[in-house]
């Protein structure tokens, strides 16, 4: 495994955001934030299972799973997972801004 791959994810996602071009109103733009919200949310997840099933093979005795891949695996699932409560914790901030603000 290797960990450079969840930064050329992260580089994916933002080329994928940023080459969005505007469109007049009422059209739908190239990238909608609830796609790409989902995608990172799947993503996430998926680093958490694969960290899980290297974590039980290597305890089960499987010698094609060495304790540096394992370890990997579980730190590059933690950096997404803590990645995306950061956004949470950031839209959640943001929301709270907004309704405060007077009308």
């Given amino acids: 495994m290797r960990i450079d791959?969840?930064?050329s994810e992260m580089q994916a996602m933002r080329l994928e955001a940023?080459?969005?071009?505007?469109a007049p109103t009422g059209q739908k733009v190239g990238a909608d934030f609830g796609d790409m919200l989902?995608?990172?949310i799947n993503n996430v997840n998926?680093?958490?299972k694969t960290s899980g099933?290297?974590?039980m093979r290597f305890d089960r005795g499987d010698?094609?799973?060495?304790?540096?891949?394992?370890?990997i695996a579980r730190n590059k699932s933690s950096v997404a997972f803590d990645a995306t409560i950061q956004v949470r914790n950031k839209?959640?901030?943001a929301y709270k801004e907004l309704m405060n603000m007077p009308v």
């Fill in 18 to 22: 940023t080459n969005t071009t505007p």
């Fill in 63 to 71: 010698e094609n799973v060495s304790l540096s891949d394992v370890m």
């Fill in 91 to 93: 839209l959640v901030e």
């Fill in 46 to 48: 998926g680093l958490q």
């Fill in 5 to 7: 791959g969840l930064n």
């Fill in 38 to 40: 989902t995608k990172a």
């Fill in 53 to 55: 099933d290297l974590q």
